[in-house]
Nanobody, 121 residues
C-alpha cells in the first residue's frame, strides 16, 4: 500500500509564495519520476512540474521562472516552491509519483488527494 500526502496549500495574496510538500509512504522499493499537477476550477488537470530520479526537471511554460520543483530521495518527498503567485495559479494541486513497490513489480503511478491553493488579487 502506497500513500501520497500533500501539505502546504492555502490562501495567499497575489505576489506571495507558498511551498507544497508531498510525502510518499508505505511499501516502496524505488521511486522514479515525481510531479505536481493542478486542476483549476472548471478546467482539466494539467502538468505543473516534474522531476526525475536523477534530478532532471521540466515545467509548464506558465510557471517557468516562478516555481521550483525539488525532491528529497531519503525522505521520499517532493516539494514545489511557488513564488510570485498569480490569481490564475488558483487550483487544486496534486502530486504524483511513479513507484515500484517491490524489486520484481512494475512501476505504477500514484496520486495524492490534492491540496487547494487560492491566490487572491
Amino acid at each position: 500500500q502506497v500513500q501520497l500526502v500533500e501539505s502546504g496549500g492555502g490562501l495567499v495574496q497575489a505576489g506571495g509564495s507558498l511551498r507544497l510538500s508531498c510525502a510518499a509512504s508505505g511499501t516502496i522499493f524505488s521511486i522514479n519520476a515525481m510531479g505536481w499537477y493542478r486542476q483549476p476550477p472548471g478546467k482539466l488537470r494539467e502538468l505543473v512540474a516534474r522531476i526525475t530520479s536523477d534530478g532532471s526537471t521540466n515545467y509548464a511554460d506558465s510557471v517557468k521562472g516562478r516555481f521550483t520543483i525539488s525532491r528529497d530521495n531519503a525522505k521520499n518527498t517532493v516539494y514545489l516552491q511557488m513564488n510570485s503567485l498569480k490569481p490564475e495559479d488558483t487550483a487544486v494541486y496534486y502530486c504524483n509519483a511513479v513507484i515500484q513497490t517491490h524489486r520484481s513489480s512494475v512501476m505504477f503511478m500514484y496520486w495524492g488527494q490534492g491540496t487547494q491553493v487560492t491566490v487572491s488579487s
